[in-house]
């Protein structure tokens, strides 16, 4: 289900990217600069932040689409309270991280990159946590979590419920 912005609870909010928007207009690269910005101040790039930038920076909705959901820094869904990251990286992907990563999406009735209906858990893929010997390996915001098994998955979600 796609949320939509309170827009009239966000006034400050696009008041502080318009004062941004402002100060970057006509610089090389500012599109970029301007969505690093939005998504710092909303947390993430929704449809009604898109068109505002859009309008303001008189670059055309498709631009700043493709950029927003081209580069994997930005999100354009909103992110929950704790992010899980699988590694999908060589060594726990042999390892079997993709069961891990099943068995999360059925727990949690989401698919990669999708937060779950009360905001609580976003699910994200990620490239090797630089800890490949615990493969297969996720992470729960700072959470290191190694040598996992799918039957583990329910223990650990409790943690952060
Ligand atoms: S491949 Fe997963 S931690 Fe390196």
Do not use: W
């Amino acid at each position: 289900m796609t949320k939509v912005l309170d827009i009239k609870a966000n006034e400050k909010n696009f008041f502080e990217l318009k004062e941004y928007i402002d100060s970057v207009k006509g610089a090389k690269g500012s599109l970029m600069q301007v969505l690093h910005k939005a998504q710092d101040i909303f947390g993430y790039l929704p449809i009604e932040v898109q068109k505002y930038i859009s309008t303001e920076l008189g670059v055309p909705l498709a631009e700043v689409y493709g950029v927003a959901t081209f580069y994997t820094q930005f999100s354009i869904n909103p992110k929950g309270k704790h992010k899980i990251g699988v590694c999908l990286g060589t060594a726990c992907y042999v390892k079997g991280s993709q069961l891990i990563m099943d068995k999360l999406s059925k727990e949690l009735n989401i698919k990669v990159g999708q937060t779950t209906e009360d905001n609580l858990f976003t699910l994200e893929a990620t490239r090797c946590l630089g800890c490949c010997g615990l493969a297969p390996v996720m992470m729960i915001d700072q959470d290191v979590y190694g040598k996992l098994e799918p039957n583990r998955i329910p223990e650990i979600l409790e943690k952060y419920k």
